[in-house]
């Protein structure tokens, strides 16, 4: 769907940059309100959590932009709506939801045995040590692979997909774009490969279920190693998407998680399947194949961009505002931004940067989110700490002048604003106790 809104002449923020109150001036890249009566606009109801003014700051966007419910008149009729655009993992829930399903699979024996018993079907990045080192812990000696009771090969998937090497430390995936392509998240959904849509959404069921009801902190066992085996939603981001929803916002999920898995968790904060966009698999006569969806110029099957930095923004060109081809990859104009968006990583970037009204950057010590964000060089940057298990002070600065870039054959480099100028080092001065 296409939304259109109309572009607003720039304006004078306050803004908080770290710990101290720092004024800029805004650029011409704002939306133009739909209305502006706070009086009329629902509030937000959740206070404990939000650092320094970042709560007020969000009230009076949502009052500035909201519609209110289509409680009245808010611009006319056929005016659009609003967007609000998240991150999942650790920017709406503590923890990892792709994790959750992947150690599910695994405990579960439910992850299929590769075609023609070759590894490199599952993902066109896959490395020559890392194929020969899981076809030698995992033999193919039936349709699915024993990895709840085979702990060798247990431990060989888990160290590709979360450490992205082998148990012996060879690479295990190479010579991908770095700025649209992690494949380590992209091999997830490529191991759903086999089942249906509607198995892969109650494997994720499963998952979201045990996650939930474990105490936090709980580890859980797979293979020989322990891992993460809990999750929470914060109560925050629950507080934020239902006050955005109800000032008549459309609020988006976007994902790096296989989108059945995202699907499954964003329905209990109110945001459906056609509001949930994640890595999409193609489909082959009912199942989920290997390959994957494209986005811009990169065609189905082609496997090379997921949602992820610079794929973010294209999923969201395309699948929010109906910008195709080559269109989709770049940067739009502000009446076909999202308003608002959320994230906690590097891999948020490019679609909080595309945000017109405000940015939140939940502080998880990613070097290029937290140089940007403490850079605010717009005034429209929000930092707060995790709202569960907040990370410390950071005792360095950020490298920004240096290497807190990562360039698309992966090598490091400083983090440049918009102009080309480089972002001085940065401090952390918005963390937990």
């Not at 609000?84 to 959750?100: C, E, H, L, Q």
């Not at 400083?414 to 401090?427: E, F, L, M, N, T």
């Amino acid at each position: 769907m296409n939304f259109k809104r109309r572009a607003a002449a720039a304006a004078a923020v306050i803004a908080v940059a770290g710990a101290g109150l720092v004024t800029v001036q805004a650029t011409a890249e704002a939306t133009q309100p739909v209305r502006s009566q706070s009086k009329d606009c629902p509030s937000l109801t959740v206070s404990e959590g939000w650092y320094g003014d970042n709560k007020a700051r969000l009230q009076k966007m949502i009052d500035t932009y909201g519609r209110c419910g289509d409680s009245g008149d808010s611009g006319g009729k056929g005016a659009a709506k609003p967007v609000a655009s998240f991150d999942w993992d650790n920017t709406v829930i503590k923890n990892d939801v792709g994790d959750a399903t992947m150690f599910w699979l695994l405990r579960n024996s439910k992850i299929r045995t590769p075609r023609n018993a070759d590894w490199h079907t599952t993902s066109r990045y896959l490395t020559d040590p890392a194929a020969k080192a899981l076809a030698k812990a995992c033999p193919a000696d039936g349709a699915t692979l024993p990895t709840r009771r085979d702990t060798d090969c247990a431990d060989e998937i888990t160290s590709v997909y979360g450490e992205g090497t082998t148990t012996g430390g060879a690479a295990a995936f190479a010579g991908f774009d770095h700025r649209r392509m992690e494949p380590q998240y992209a091999w997830l959904a490529q191991l759903t490969r086999g089942w249906s849509t509607r198995q892969v959404k109650g494997f994720a069921a499963a998952a979201r279920k045990e996650n939930l009801a474990a105490p936090v902190g709980t580890e859980q066992r797979v293979g020989t190693g322990k891992f993460t085996g809990w999750a929470r939603y914060y109560d925050q981001q629950r507080d934020l998407i239902r006050t955005l929803k109800k000032a008549g916002f459309n609020v988006y999920v976007v994902s790096a998680s296989p989108e059945p898995v995202a699907e499954v968790w964003a329905k209990s904060v109110g945001v459906d399947a056609r509001h949930t966009v994640g890595i999409r698999n193609v489909s082959a006569h009912g199942k989920l194949t290997a390959h994957l969806k494209g986005c811009g110029t990169v065609k189905d099957g082609d496997d090379s961009m997921i949602t992820y930095i610079d794929g973010k923004r294209c999923w969201i060109n395309q699948e929010i505002y109906g910008v195709r081809g080559a269109a989709a990859e770049k940067v739009q104009p502000p009446a076909r931004r999202q308003v608002f968006a959320a994230g906690d990583s590097d891999t948020d970037i490019s679609f909080l940067r595309d945000a017109t009204g405000l940015r939140l950057a939940l502080n998880r010590n990613k070097n290029e989110l937290m140089c940007r964000a403490y850079d605010n060089g717009d005034g429209r940057w929000l930092v707060n700490p995790m709202f569960i298990e907040p990370k410390g002070k950071l005792a360095k600065p950020y490298p920004c002048a240096s290497t807190g870039y990562t360039e698309r054959d992966g090598g490091a480099g400083p983090v440049r604003r918009a102009d080309g100028s480089v972002i001085p080092d940065q401090k952390d001065t918005v963390h937990g106790a």
